[in-house]
């Protein structure tokens, strides 16, 4: 498996953009499917974004399609979450997985961080 660090977190007011990184320690990055989840406070984890393997492949949940960009980057071991015109509902703490599966279930993802903090003040 593949160790996981995100990076990026903060507070931002509504309408402002912040970048999150995620970071892979392990051999095996290129070889996995990488998404972005986030989970709210007294909420469950949600999809948010998705990218497969070689990055020609992205999908978005519809609440952020058009704000977000997911990418990655195998030769640094690393995806990216850009997030644009962020709302107050975007508040959560940000979590990206790696797994075998391009899939927006959680539970196709093995390989977890421990995630960043995102707050979004109105």
């Known amino acids: 498996q593949v160790q996981l660090v995100e990076s990026g977190g903060g507070l931002v007011q509504a309408g402002g953009s912040l970048s999150l990184s995620c970071a892979a320690f392990?051999?095996?990055?290129?070889?996995?499917?990488m998404a972005w989840f986030r989970q709210a406070p007294g909420k469950g984890r949600e999809f948010v974004a998705r990218?497969?393997?070689?990055?020609?492949?992205?999908s978005y949940a519809d609440s952020v399609k058009g704000r977000f960009t997911i990418s990655r980057d195998n030769a640094k071991n690393t995806v990216y979450l850009q997030m644009n015109d962020l709302k107050p509902e975007d508040t959560a703490v940000y979590y990206c997985?790696?797994?075998?599966?391009?899939?927006?279930?959680?539970?196709?993802?093995?390989?977890w961080g421990q995630g960043t903090q995102v707050t979004v003040s109105s």
């Open positions: 392990g051999r095996t990055f290129s070889s996995y499917s």
């Open positions: 990218i497969n393997r070689n990055g020609d492949s992205t």
């Open positions: 997985g790696g797994g075998n599966f391009y899939s927006t279930l959680q539970q196709h993802y093995f390989s």
